[in-house]
């Protein structure tokens, strides 16, 4: 592993607007917090009042110039709107928009009610929607920068995931057409696709016992699950300057853990799915 694994790049945000939808805890705190590091004003949204107001602390605490965050559900459309409308009233035009809000629990398809399929579709797909159309007369234009958090669900089918790979299949192909539709007005539109990411709630709900962790960490090209750090380190230069033209990418940060496909774990999950009993007792 090389010494600069973990280092933390220096631009300077002192001047930058920077809003996390789902920025409350796991990976999006941790990219808030990185901005916060970094001198932005950040503004962070999810729907406890309570992680937001911890999140907020948090922020001030790492160095932001200004933090604020409010409560608001994204399925909920106008809810979205006026939160949005919040942050640009007290904070300006929105230099960087990352929208992460998501939801997971491993399923069969087969075995999932209609309401915990669309439950995930609503956050993660429609969510996205919301929070792109609410942002869009917010962005800085020319420069803004916007960041979609996929997962390698989009295009690697995993057992017990189907409503996570349609969703995050979804998400990127929002990502790909609005860098189409905004790149003229000079708003850069991508993609981060993290692997697994150590003490998140994503990692847990997949990834339960350590035995199966270990198994993950075997299976990953670079040897290791990735931390909030790579995850920040990638936002802030698609965020900043030097990724000015970088625009409709979706940037696996996951160790080369996508090149070796989804096949094992999702066939261990499949296993695990299918040999746990059926609602209804069948
Ligand atoms: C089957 C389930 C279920 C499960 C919930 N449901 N959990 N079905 N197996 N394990 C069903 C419920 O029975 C209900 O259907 C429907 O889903 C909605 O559940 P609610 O609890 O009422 O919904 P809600 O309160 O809106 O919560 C949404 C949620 C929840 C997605 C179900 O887990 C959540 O809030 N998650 C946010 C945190 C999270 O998931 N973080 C991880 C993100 S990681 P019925 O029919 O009974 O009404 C990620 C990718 C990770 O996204 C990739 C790693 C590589
Ligand atoms: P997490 O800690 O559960 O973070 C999810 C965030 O979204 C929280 O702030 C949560 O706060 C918020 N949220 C959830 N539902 C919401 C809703 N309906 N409206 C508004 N906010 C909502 O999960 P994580 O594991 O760090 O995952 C973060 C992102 O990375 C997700 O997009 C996930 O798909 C992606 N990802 C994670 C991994 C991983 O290894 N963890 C791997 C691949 C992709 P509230 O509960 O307060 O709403």
């Known amino acids: 592993m090389s010494r600069e694994t973990n280092a933390m790049l220096k631009p300077d945000f002192s001047d930058r607007t920077v809003v996390v939808i789902g920025g409350t805890s796991g990976i999006n705190r941790g990219i808030a917090e990185y901005f916060a590091a970094a001198g932005a004003s950040v503004a962070v949204a999810s729907r406890s009042q309570d992680k937001v107001d911890d999140t907020v602390a948090a922020l001030k605490a790492s160095g932001a110039a200004q933090a604020m965050g409010t409560a608001f559900d994204v399925r909920d459309a106008p809810e979205v709107s006026a939160g949005l409308a919040g942050f640009h009233a007290a904070l300006g035009d929105f230099d960087v928009l990352v929208s992460g809000a998501a939801g997971n629990f491993p399923a069969l398809t087969a075995r999932m009610s209609a309401n915990a399929f669309r439950s995930v579709i609503d956050i993660d797909l429609l969510g996205t929607a919301h929070v792109m159309q609410a942002a869009y007369p917010f962005l800085r234009r020319p420069g803004a920068s916007v960041i979609n958090i996929s997962a390698p669900q989009s295009y690697l089918a995993m057992e017990g995931q189907a409503h996570v790979c349609a969703a995050k299949a979804g998400v990127d192909q929002i990502t790909r057409t609005l860098a189409l539709e905004w790149g003229g007005e000079g708003i850069r539109v991508n993609s ?21 962790r270990q198994a993950i960490v075997d299976d990953i090209p670079l040897g290791r ?43 261990q999950m499949g296993d695990m799915l299918r040999a746990m009993p059926q609602p209804g007792g069948d």
């Open 192 to 212: 981060v696709v993290p692997g697994f990411i150590e003490g998140t709630e994503g990692t847990e709900r997949l990834a339960p016992t350590p035995q199966i």
């Open 225 to 267: 699950m990735g931390t909030t750090r790579d995850m920040g380190n990638m936002c802030l230069f698609l965020g900043s300057d030097m990724a000015a033209y970088v625009s409709g990418a979706v940037i696996p940060v996951d160790g080369a853990l996508s090149e070796r496909g989804a096949g094992w774990l999702g066939k």
